[in-house]
């Protein structure tokens, strides 16, 4: 098993920033891919960004490019997103995940962190 505890989230106004960070225990072995996803209130989970562990190959959603940067520490087996240019579209809880697949779709990530809440005002 994998524990995923993220921490960082807040509420900022637009066009700040917020980083978000995802802290790995347990059978840290178990995952080649870190993501983050989010789910705005009424919405479905949607993808936000991913990377591997090796090489730190990354992917981002269209909505969040030149915006966002995920990044990894492998030695504290941590990922982070660091968020610029906030919007107030941004709003949601965010997720971090780990899985064996790298991929845009959540069914593909096997570990989830409970999420912290980003709130972003007008």
Known sequence: QVQLVESG???????GSLRLSCAASGHTFSYIYM????????????FVASIARSGGSTNYD?????????????????VYLQMNSLKPEDTGVY???????????SYNYD??????????SS
């Open 62 to 78: 269209d909505s969040v490019k030149g915006r966002f940067t995920i990044s990894g520490d492998n030695g504290k087996n941590t």
């Open 9 to 15: 989230g807040g509420l900022v106004q637009a066009g």
């Open 111 to 120: 570990y989830w962190g409970q999420g912290t809440q980003v709130t972003v």
């Open 35 to 46: 993501g983050w996803f989010r789910q705005a209130p009424g919405k479905e989970r949607e």
């Open 95 to 105: 997720y971090c995940a780990a899985g064996i697949v790298g991929s845009t779709a």
